[in-house]
């Protein structure tokens, strides 16, 4: 028996819209739970990076910031972080990569150091966890609905894409990072994809086309869905970067944000630290997706004889690949770190997206069989 030709199981299929229903509602109780803790963190706690920009001397009045490596008032070596009493200082310290700021600790993170809010943070993750399987399990359901990888449109991609974005983070904090930050980004953005993806981009399960039935199908879209989700965190990171710099370089200014921006900015990770992980996230990623448009391109040699006829897919692809050298390349050169690398990995990852979306809405190839 041929399983890729089986006829659809219609039971598993509804098990499966099910667990996908139900995963977005614990969602809902784990972005819920996100907010609070953000909300009933602790406020008081969130001064570190306050007080190590503006350097407080002993009678509270206000020192300039000293510039790395510059003495302190007094004959003191070293100037940098303020030393302070409470709350402890930051298991991670990093130096700002711009040069401007010194050693800079990261934010307490989103619970603000914070019992009660820890509290929040904790249960957020337990649901995460909770709807993270709910989630898988609908993925595993559509495919076995249908004896195949359960990727094969888009209704299909996205619900896989967002499942992996969520297993890496949970997999960023069982190896002890510090990323709780990402979860209420990621709930969101996570819930807005489901609820495009069971609306707009649902279809019914069926079998695939016939230039699908390869193992590359295998290797080249679980390769692509895992790109991309993990290409979405270092998105994230770039997007926080920039916010954050803005207010470091605010303060650096001797201007005092609004008390709600203050009490975000200051639990988040610094400038530095965020530059660093979408950084490390995009050079990390950038190997496997060039891989998979190598095998993207083996694929097309065996289903249609050709291994490069610039299908919309195909250029877009490339173009992503582009988007993302630039970048890389962008980091490696003196004049471009800091904010215009960043710009232009968020606009690799805008490429990225309009390769998912934008082509498969806007053009016609060989890929369209992907359909909506």
């Given amino acids: 028996m041929n399983l890729l030709a089986a006829e659809p199981n219609e039971q598993l299929a509804h098990v499966s819209n099910y667990l996908i229903y139900s995963a977005m509602a614990v969602y809902v109780l784990a972005f819920c739970a996100y907010i609070a803790e953000w909300t009933f963190g602790s406020r008081s706690k969130v001064g570190r990076t306050a007080a190590a920009l503006t350097r407080k001397a002993p009678a509270d009045a206000a020192v300039p910031a000293q510039q790395p490596g510059a003495g302190a008032p007094g004959g003191e070596p070293g100037g940098g972080t303020a030393v302070l009493e409470k709350p402890a200082p930051p298991k991670i310290v990093t130096r700002s990569g711009s040069g401007r700021r010194g050693d800079l600790p990261d934010g307490p993170g989103a619970a603000a150091g914070d019992e009660q809010g820890d509290t929040y943070g904790r249960i957020a993750v337990s649901l995460t966890v909770l709807s993270f399987l709910l989630h898988f399990a609908g993925v595993l359901t559509r495919s076995l609905s249908v004896q195949r990888a359960p990727w094969g449109n888009m209704y299909e991609f996205s619900t896989a894409f967002s499942m992996v974005a969520v297993g890496a983070y ?60 993990l290409l979405y965190l270092g998105f994230v990171g770039s997007v926080l970067y920039l916010f954050r710099d803005a207010y470091e370089t605010q303060l650096l200014a001797g201007r005092k944000p609004g008390a709600v921006r203050s009490s975000i900015m200051e639990r988040l990770p610094s400038a530095a630290s965020l530059d660093k992980f979408a950084y490390r996230i995009n050079a990390t990623v950038f190997p496997f997706w060039t891989f998979t448009i190598v095998a993207g391109a083996i694929w097309a040699g065996d289903a249609w004889g050709r291994y490069w006829g610039w299908d919309p897919k195909e250029v877009w692809s490339f173009i992503t690949w582009v988007a993302y050298a630039c970048y890389l390349h962008a980091r490696a050169t003196a004049g471009w770190k800091g904010r215009k690398a960043a710009y232009l990995a968020l606009l690799a990852f805008a490429c990225f997206l309009f390769n998912y979306y934008g082509v498969n809405i806007f053009f016609n190839g060989k890929h369209s069989y992907a359909g909506i």
């Fill in 170 to 229: 949970l997999a960023l904090l069982l190896a002890k990072k510090n990323v709780r930050w990402i979860g209420l980004p990621l709930v969101t953005t996570v819930l807005l994809d489901l609820g495009l993806a069971v609306t707009v981009l649902y279809t019914d399960s069926d079998q695939l086309v016939p230039a699908l039935h390869s193992y590359w199908l295998w290797i080249h879209v679980s390769l692509a869905i895992t790109c991309g989700a």
